[in-house]
């Protein structure tokens, strides 16, 4: 279905795409149920206190709110979100893109569940890395941007240490939504843009 295009697809249209894949795979009545558990479940309990900004998992994103930004295989919501990630290029220049934008539920899951994957299963670390799919601010507006050429150092604090940073630091309408010590229990996330 295309890199860019998972994205934003919706579960029951990866429900679809499974189904009338050349293999027809199906999730089993455990992997649902497992799929419904991670995104009900109330994650407090192990000391994430974000605010849950999705609440079914078939909710779709409207592609008419959103818009692909070119070259970058994402998308952010038309409005505050696109004004503030134009602004934010034309004053910063050509070396700071979009790194991740829209994410809907299943690519939310997907990132949780690798991420979980690779810290045993334990949900405590994992959400302080990731949301849980329910709970992140990506399906509502707040983007990642990251410096050309820093790679996957982007979502590292590395980024924090980049001319980019400092730069967009000093802009009165940048916000940063995870900052050192934050209420929600989410690791310091300098690349992440609070937009909502
Ligand atoms: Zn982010």
Known sequence: MGYGNFNIISFDEAINVLRYSKDQTIFTSDELAFIEYIFYYEPSYHGFYGERTTINLSSKINKNDIEKIPYTGHYVFKGKPKETYLKLKKDIGPTIYLTSGVRSVVKQMRLFLDK?????????????????????????????????????????????????????????????????????????????????
Do not use: C, Q
């Open 116 to 196: 979980l994957k690779s810290v045993d299963m334990n949900l405590s670390m994992a959400s302080r890395s990731i949301a849980p799919p329910a709970f992140t601010y990506h399906s509502v507006g707040d983007f990642d941007v990251g410096k050309k050429g820093l790679g996957a150092d982007n979502f590292t604090e590395r980024f924090a240490h980049t001319s980019e940073f400092t730069e967009m630091k000093s802009l009165k309408y940048i916000d940063m939504r995870y900052t050192i010590g934050n209420k929600d229990g989410v690791r310091y996330e300098p690349w992440h843009v609070k937009v909502i």
